[in-house]
T-cell receptor, first 114, second 109 residues
Framework: GAGVSQSPRYKVAKRGQDVALRCDPI?????LFWYQQALGQGPEFLTY????????KSGLPSDRFFAERPEGSVSTLKIQRTQQEDSAVYLC????????????FGPGTRLTVL | AQRVTQPEKLLSVFKGAPVELKCNYS??????LFWYVQYSRQRLQLLLR??SRESIKGFTADLNKGETSFHLKKPFAQEEDSAMYYC???????????FGDGTTLTVKP
């Protein structure tokens, strides 16, 4: 594969809708990260997987956010009952090593909640 | 708690001039520090890590534990260095990174 891919690239949702964001990491990469990047700010950590195990979800802002990576490859970030404050770019990154010290980022999904 | 501060939102220099992008951090243990770069219409990418002690594209960064800083330096800036730069910290909790809010560097001809 060419790198980390994310879909959709752009998503517009009405407030209250559920959305699902997909990340395809580089094949064979063990670690996978999700970040949220609001306008004018740096990426903020959401959650981290090592293979299929979600080792850290301390950055998920509320129980409306849920992430999974059931087979240790593709990951989905789901946001239920979206709110305007969820509008941001959601970045996915993957890394070959377990500690994730050399991350490759995807292009991001820009979510706009109206 | 982990915290990264990049005091300059915008930095502008002329081509050939030295450039220093500042990064200060707060962490109680032994952190790993990183610099990331995002060129226009490209994805975020790792530029360098302090543990590698390397020079990438002419950039270097030294971890100063006494001043809790990890400033990025280049002696002679080039126009192609114009980009957004993020400093990031990873603590002993492998996986979680804390990013600064970034500095937009513009190198003028």
């Amino acid at each position: 594969g060419a790198g980390v891919s994310q879909s959709p690239r752009y998503k517009v949702a009405k407030r209250g809708q559920d959305v699902a964001l997909r990340c395809d990491p580089i094949s064979g990469h063990v670690s996978l990260f999700w970040y949220q990047q609001a306008l004018g700010q740096g990426p903020e950590f959401l959650t981290y997987f090592q293979n299929e195990a979600q080792l850290d979800k301390s950055g998920l802002p509320s129980d409306r956010f849920f992430a999974e990576r059931p087979e240790g490859s593709v990951s989905t970030l789901k946001i239920q009952r979206t709110q305007q404050e969820d509008s941001a770019v959601y970045l996915c990154a993957s890394s070959l090593d377990q500690a994730g010290r050399w991350e490759f980022f995807g292009p991001g999904t820009r979510l706009t909640v109206l | 708690a982990q915290r990264v501060t990049q005091p300059e939102k915008l930095l502008s220099v002329f081509k050939g001039a030295p450039v220093e992008l500042k990064c200060n951090y707060s962490y109680s243990g032994s952190p790993e520090l990183f610099w990331y770069v995002q060129y226009s219409r490209q994805r975020l990418q790792l530029l360098l890590r302090h543990i590698s002690r390397e020079s990438i594209k002419g950039f270097t960064a030294d971890l100063n534990k006494g001043e809790t800083s990890f400033h990025l330096k280049k002696p002679f800036a080039q126009e192609e260095d114009s980009a957004m730069y993020y400093c990031a910290l990873r603590g002993t909790n492998a996986g979680k990174s804390t990013f600064g809010d970034g500095t937009t560097l513009t190198v003028k001809p």
